[in-house]
């Protein structure tokens, strides 16, 4: 079972599933959950491979949807309003294919179901740069990483056990399986679960060519952008990541 973060308590509405992207974390996702929870149970999940949950020797779609409706099936009513970014998004659209039943609501932020040409083992490189038995801080670890951007330096600074000297990550496996992080399943299944896909503005991760791609998969779909976000848009623009998926998640209320 993946390991979970709750917030909030169950309320009669469905819970909200929260699944995070490549190289993340439940915990990243703190402050949208505290938000949303002033009024609603949410769980969010630390993916296989990742964080503090259990390392396998594999890391496939189909597996990653398997492990969601496990964590749904505990849940109040087994069935949850669910999140999924980037690579937890890809997760969640396997999820609403083949089990339905557990879902309610989706919001897809900033996936689409396709193959991408941008391979992460660049970023899994550089984490094996660090001599992990020699630093004491995580400032030591930020320079031996030797990315560019300190945004990126940071979030992957997040998964780094200083303790333990260790990644929360398990980096042969998600390397060997970038191919099938990077793409998606070929798939002949429809669903007709409620799907918001959300963008950032500034991201090319959902182009417009993707569109029929989509709506061939997700009949009952939509689509909405935040202004002035990139790819990591739950963090960049996280008031307006959260009113829009209220927005969307009360529609029926």
């Known amino acids: 079972m993946l390991n979970t973060i709750e917030y909030g308590t169950p309320q ?11 190289f993340g974390s439940a915990r990243n996702w703190g402050v949208i959950a505290k938000r949303l929870a002033q009024d609603r149970h949410v769980v969010a999940v630390d993916m296989r491979n990742h964080g503090d949950s259990p390392w396998f020797e594999s890391h496939t779609y189909v597996e990653m949807a398997d492990d969601l409706a496990q964590v749904i099936a505990t849940m109040p009513g087994g069935v949850a309003d669910v999140v999924g970014h980037s690579m937890g998004g890809k997760a969640a659209m396997m999820l609403a294919l083949q089990h339905r039943a557990r879902i309610h609501r989706m919001i897809v932020a900033d996936i689409a179901p396709v193959t991408y040409g941008h391979t992460q083992s660049q970023l ?4 094996r740069r660090v001599d992990l038995a020699q630093i004491t801080s995580r400032q030591d670890a930020s320079e031996q990483l030797g990315v560019e951007s300190a945004g990126v330096a940071a979030f992957l600074l997040q998964s780094l056990d200083l303790k333990n000297r260790r990644w929360a990550l398990n980096l ?6 970038m191919d099938q992080i990077i793409g998606f399943p070929t798939v002949s299944d ?3 679960a409620p799907v918001l896909f959300l963008a950032g503005a500034l991201s090319d991760y959902i182009l417009p060519e993707h569109r029929p791609v989509i709506k061939g998969i997700f009949s009952d779909c939509r689509f909405a952008k935040i202004p002035g976000a990139g790819h990591w848009l739950h963090a960049e623009k996280p008031r307006e990541f959260e009113q829009t ?4 998640l009360d529609r029926d209320v």
């Open 190 to 192: 429809t669903c007709d």
């Open 245 to 248: 998926l209220r927005v969307f």
């Open 12 to 22: 009669s509405r469905p819970s909200v599933l929260i699944a995070h992207g490549l």
């Open 172 to 177: 042969d496996v998600l390397e060997r399986d």
């Open 124 to 127: 899994i490189d550089a984490m």
